[in-house]
């Protein structure tokens, strides 16, 4: 018996098996079909995928056998990745000096043998599609011809999984990112707040004590502080409302009456009494992640609330419940929207630079937390809008 050598570059071949995490592998469906359909094609009773490790032969699928490894030093796959040629074809191989006193012969009755190279997108010979009998025999030109198409099949499923190996370490990686920033932004939130709020009572007790001891210039210098503060709290709460807004999804679905939730947002955004609301809806009531829903729509009314300079503010809000959707649509006759803002619109820290009614400038963090939770309800949210006429806010959630 003559072992198969190994290949020259069988550190980075090795290396290339590896990375697709197969060794060790429970038997998959999608392997063991190819192999099943293999031993049909070819008549053969045994069909094999293997791959070359170290010191063994791992069957990754095995048709017609009882174990999944042999030793590489016996293994008629070892001699086939050493090939040039892209099907290794042995009639009898108790007339080929490398397996006289082989145990896959002697004891198995491995006579004939033709294995297919299994070549990944780099070039490496990972292992074989083989096919096995107990008698000598030759191979149809249509049966090499599926053994090799089969071959690539095998790749492709190798290459498959790789790629969603890739994706979950990816997507652990970004949660774990995400669990960060959700950490950082919590501690920054109370780090600053607190001495933020001191910075904003020292302002007001020190305008209040010497209101008619300081010039003009003077006090509009605490104004500006105090304005500046504000600024500072809202962009603050508004990092960490968007890093826990994945939070308020697992709070569940409940039973939302339409006509409460509509005098809620009323009493939450409109408590001036500034705007007219006209109401819509096709159902009475629900089912939602009320928390959720009403932060969005929070968001969205005091928006249109804040950025309108009209005498009258008139906001419509219509829903319709769809067969596989809830649908909202919010309507406003504010300022509307620049043009060029509104591809960008829902992008973190984007913000227009226009001044609400209040003199104040959003912090670009509202309307991004609104579409993040929008999505993890399993909707998508639009905007269309001219400047001067007013603004239309439609999105979705989803019912399942």
């Not at 690539?152 to 669990?179: A, C, I, M, P």
């Not at 089912?287 to 932060?295: G, K, P, S, V, W």
Request: hydrophobic share 35%.
């Amino acid at each position: 018996m003559i072992a198969p050598i190994f290949p020259k570059n069988e550190k980075h071949r090795q290396i290339a098996v590896e990375k697709y995490g197969l060794l060790d592998t429970l038997p998959e469906e999608s392997y063991d079909n190819i192999t099943s359909i293999m031993s049909y094609i070819c008549d053969v009773p045994i069909s094999l995928i293997t791959l070359l490790d170290k010191d063994r032969n791992f069957l990754k699928s095995h048709h017609g056998i009882p174990f999944n490894e042999s030793p590489r030093e016996i293994s008629f796959c070892g001699h086939a990745i050493n090939s040039d040629d892209p099907i290794t074809i042995i009639t009898d191989s108790r007339k080929d000096e490398r397996f006289k006193g082989n145990p896959l012969v002697d004891d198995h009755q491995a006579i004939f043998y033709a294995g297919a190279q299994l070549i990944d997108s780099d070039g490496f010979k990972l292992g074989t599609l083989c096919v096995y009998d107990t008698k000598p025999r030759e191979l149809t030109s249509e049966q090499k011809d599926a053994l090799l198409a089969m071959s690539k099949q095998v790749v492709n499923l190798f290459e498959q999984r790789y790629q969603n190996l890739k994706l979950t370490q990816l997507s652990d990686k970004l949660e774990k990112r995400n669990e960060d920033l959700k950490k950082f932004a919590s501690v920054v939130s109370h780090d600053l707040k607190s001495p933020l709020a001191n910075i904003i009572s020292l302002t007001e007790l020190l305008e209040d004590d010497n209101k008619d001891k300081l010039n003009e210039e003077s006090l509009q210098y605490l104004e500006y502080l105090k304005t500046s503060s504000y600024s500072l709290r809202d962009y603050i709460d508004g990092i960490l409302k968007f890093y826990k807004s994945d939070d308020i999804i697992k709070d569940g679905k409940t039973e939302i009456q339409i006509n409460h939730l509509l005098e809620e947002l009323k009493r939450i955004t409109d408590s001036e009494h500034k705007a007219r609301f006209n109401i819509s809806a096709n159902v009475e009531q629900i089912f939602a992640n009320e928390t959720a829903l009403m932060q969005i729509l929070i968001n969205l009314i005091t928006n249109a609330i804040k950025y309108n300079s009209k005498p009258e503010i008139v906001i419509d809000i219509a829903i319709t419940d769809e067969e596989n959707f809830y649908n909202f649509v919010i309507k406003d006759n504010g300022d509307g929207i620049p043009k060029d803002f509104l591809h960008k619109i829902f992008d973190l820290f984007t913000v227009v630079g226009v001044e609400d009614r209040y003199g104040n400038v959003g912090t670009g963090i509202g309307l991004a937390t609104v579409k993040k939770i929008v999505k993890n309800l399993g909707g998508a949210i639009s905007v269309t809008s001219t400047k001067g006429v007013g603004s239309i806010f439609t999105f979705s959630i989803s019912k399942t």
